[in-house]
Each structure stands twice: as structure tokens, then as C-alpha cells.
Nanobody, 120 residues
């Protein structure tokens, strides 16, 4: 069994900051790409940022320069530091990880989601 547990969401005023965390536990041999996605009401889920096991990052244009993704491989945890938040960043944020388990099966897993609300 593999679990992704997110934390750090909440309510913040525009211009403020939040830090999301996502800890992975369970039968893990290796974690490949990790990432954050978000889904606003009435919209499709969209990529926010991803980070490869070696540290290469990728960001949506809408968050470049404001958000920073990082990971701690020793802790199997990925973070998303969100600065200069805007009301349009309001969404449920989901963690995603591609995991290779003990028998070398590779599968993508999702967290349960954490709400981020930015007030104007």
C-alpha cells in the first residue's frame, strides 16, 4: 500500500504565502517524478509544478517566479512554496508521485487534496 498525505493548505490573503507538503509512505523502492496539480471549481485539473528525482523542475507559466517546488528524497516528501498568492490560485491542490514498488511495478498515485483559498 502507498499513501500520499498532504498538508499545509488554508486561507490566506492575496499577496500572502503558503507551503504545502506531501509525504509518501508505504511499499516504495523509488519515487520518480513528483508534482503538484490543482483544480478550481468548474475547471479541469491542471499542472502546477513537477520535480524529477534528480531535481529538474517544471512550472506552469501562471506560477513561474511565485511558486517553488522542492523535494527531500530522504523523507519521501515534496513541497510547494507559494508566494505572492492571487485569488486565481484558489483551488484544491493535489500531490502526485510516480512510484516504483518493491516488485518493480511503476504506478502513479494521488493525494487526497488540500484546499487553498486566497481572498482578495
Amino acid at each position: 500500500q502507498v499513501q500520499l498525505v498532504e498538508s499545509g493548505g488554508g486561507l490566506v490573503q492575496a499577496g500572502g504565502s503558503l507551503r504545502l507538503s506531501c509525504a509518501v509512505s508505504g511499499s516504495i523502492r523509488r519515487i520518480n517524478d513528483m508534482g503538484w496539480y490543482r483544480q478550481a471549481p468548474g475547471k479541469q485539473r491542471e499542472l502546477v509544478a513537477t520535480i524529477a528525482n534528480g531535481g529538474i523542475t517544471n512550472y506552469a507559466d501562471s506560477v513561474k517566479g511565485r511558486f517553488t517546488i522542492s523535494r527531500d528524497n530522504a523523507k519521501n516528501t515534496v513541497y510547494l512554496q507559494m508566494n505572492s498568492l492571487k485569488p486565481e490560485d484558489t483551488a484544491v491542490y493535489y500531490c502526485n508521485a510516480e512510484i516504483v514498488n518493491r516488485v518493480y511495478n511503476r504506478q502513479s498515485y494521488w493525494g487526497q487534496g488540500t484546499q487553498v483559498t486566497v481572498s482578495s
